[in-house]
């Protein structure tokens, strides 16, 4: 079964700071994976995604995720954050190109210190 | 284009009750996937509907059930609520092929008492 772990719970930045958030999956096949941005009572959003091709993915608000299929990890990065980066993020993996589902971490919170 | 709709936004139920929740996909989504996400587990994938057919399901016990109507909104459906049920329930539209994005809605946060 596929499963992912966010091994950080927490992380404190200061704004101005880069940052990486980790992420390791268990999935057989070439995985699809995401990275979403939760905000207090929102909803989910997504920040990237990738399932082929550049192993460097592109994503919104300056976020960048690298696909390592060695160590099964695709780690987030920011080269500087905003106090507005706050938020709980997500990273999930899709069977079948997320057709059974996707498979979502515990997330990280991510607090930013002025 | 408007976004995934969600409604209610907050209920609170006393266990043994049921309750319904709906979700309006983006125009022209086929798909709707239903999540639950609590402190403790966190995201979880409850099912999926296609076309108006459930396509996959999730973990979760009978008491847990959906439909989709021919505009793809769908609702899900809790039976006999019990205090667990307590949670964020977040709606998913997607065109339903392979590698499509899928984009959340706000949620309902269902409160059991």
């Known amino acids: 079964a596929q499963s992912v772990t966010q091994p950080d719970i927490h992380i404190t930045v200061s704004e101005g700071a880069s940052l990486e958030l980790r992420c390791n999956y268990s999935?057989?096949?070439?995985?699809?994976l995401f990275w979403y941005v939760q905000s207090p009572g929102q909803g989910l959003q997504l920040l990237l995604k990738?399932?082929?091709?550049?192993?460097l993915v592109q994503g919104i608000k300056g976020f960048e995720a690298e696909f390592k299929r060695s160590q099964s990890s695709f780690n987030l990065r920011k080269p500087s954050v905003h106090w507005s980066d706050a938020a709980e993020y997500f990273c999930?993996?899709?069977?079948?190109?997320?057709?059974?589902?996707?498979?979502f971490g515990k997330g990280t919170h991510l607090i930013i210190q002025p | 284009k408007a976004g995934v709709t969600q409604t209610p936004r907050y209920l609170i139920k006393t266990r043994g009750q049921q309750v319904t929740l709906s979700c309006s996909p983006i125009s022209g989504h086929r798909s709707v996937s239903w999540y639950q996400q609590t402190p403790g587990q966190g995201l979880q994938f409850l099912f999926e509907y296609f076309s108006e057919t459930q396509r996959n399901k999730g973990n979760f016990p009978g008491r847990f059930s959906g439909r989709q109507f021919s505009n793809s909104r769908s609702e899900m459906n809790v039976s006999t609520l019990e205090l667990g049920d307590s949670a964020l329930y977040l709606c998913?539209?997607?065109?339903?092929?392979?590698?499509?994005?899928?984009?959340f809605g706000p949620g309902t946060r269902l409160t059991v008492l």
């Open positions: 999935y057989g096949a070439t995985p699809y």
């Open positions: 990738y399932f082929s091709g550049d192993t």
């Open positions: 998913a539209s997607w065109q339903g092929q392979k590698y499509n994005e899928q984009f």
């Open positions: 999930a993996v899709g069977e079948r190109g997320g057709a059974d589902g996707l498979t």
